[in-house]
């Protein structure tokens, strides 16, 4: 097997309330764009959520394949609320109609780091409760921490913490070259240093300043770090997501931009 490239819906959720019923015009976009996969958070999914039948479907005839889902909660507490241990539970029996999609747990960026060590701990600790329970469900599930502001695992200190906190046998690491960058660190090394606990991928582009870029556009080397996938045994998924302003007002043209690069550049 070979890395393989979708898109993350995260490009059209910027503009939540535009888009949120228009899950299969978004698969279309993709597969028009060249990728073969796709990942969603499960707000993105609509009416698909309530009938896997339906997903099955809409991706056959566009022969897509879900890659992965997404599962975004604040997870504030020591331990999950009620509230948050429902919707993965209700996840994790969505998940089980698609056995080869990988569960993506994210963090939910608060309005600042106040409390910080407290909130990592807490995070860490909700993030390896549910990696269990979907371990013992049979789901593959792996961390992606991102870059706001309010994120408590966004600098290479924070990335310290998070690594020695993640419990291994049950959750992988899913790196975003753009969160990376734009948390400070070196991207290659980080990438370099994790390789045995990347099981997901995020690629996303960034200016000098840090403002979210089109692919090709910034000042990541993606080429590099799919040479270091491919020369490390890497054979899972390559996520491309865009978050720049120009990707918010036409999401549709900064794919068809994105899969080009992919499939002129990285392939």
């Excluded at 870029?213 to 799919?226: A, F, L, S």
Aim: proline residues 3%.
């Amino acid at each position: 097997m070979t890395i393989r490239y979708g898109c993350q819906t995260y490009t059209w959720q910027m503009s939540y309330e535009k888009y949120k019923n228009s899950f299969a015009d978004i698969l279309d976009t993709i597969k028009n764009s060249g990728f073969s996969g796709v990942e969603a958070e499960v707000c993105m999914l609509g009416s698909f959520y309530n009938d896997s039948n339906l997903l099955q479907e809409a991706l056959a005839m566009r022969g897509l394949e879900l890659a992965a889902l997404t599962l975004a909660l604040p997870w504030l507490g020591a331990v999950e609320t009620k509230q948050e241990r429902d919707e993965a539970d209700r996840l994790f029996k969505y998940l089980k109609q698609f056995p080869k999609t990988k569960l993506i747990l994210v963090q939910l960026p608060g309005d600042d780091r106040s409390n910080l060590e407290e909130r990592q701990r807490n995070g860490l600790s909700c993030v390896n409760a549910v990696a269990q329970r979907a371990y013992d469900s049979g789901i593959i599930s792996a961390f992606h921490p991102n870059s706001p502001n309010g994120s408590v695992f966004r600098t290479a200190k924070d990335y310290e913490v998070m690594f020695s906190g993640l419990d291994y046998r049950y959750v992988g690491y899913c790196p975003d070259s753009g969160h990376i960058a734009r948390g400070g660190m070196d991207v290659m090394e980080v990438f370099r240093n994790n390789g045995p606990q990347i099981l997901h991928v995020h690629f996303k582009d960034i200016s000098m300043n840090h403002q979210w870029r089109t692919m090709g556009q910034g000042v990541i080397d993606h080429k590099e770090i799919v040479n270091l996938l491919q020369n490390t045994g890497y054979t899972g998924w390559v996520m491309v997501e865009e978050e720049s302003n120009e990707a918010e007002a036409n999401p549709v043209q900064a794919t068809t931009d994105n899969g080009l690069y992919v499939n002129t550049v990285l392939q």
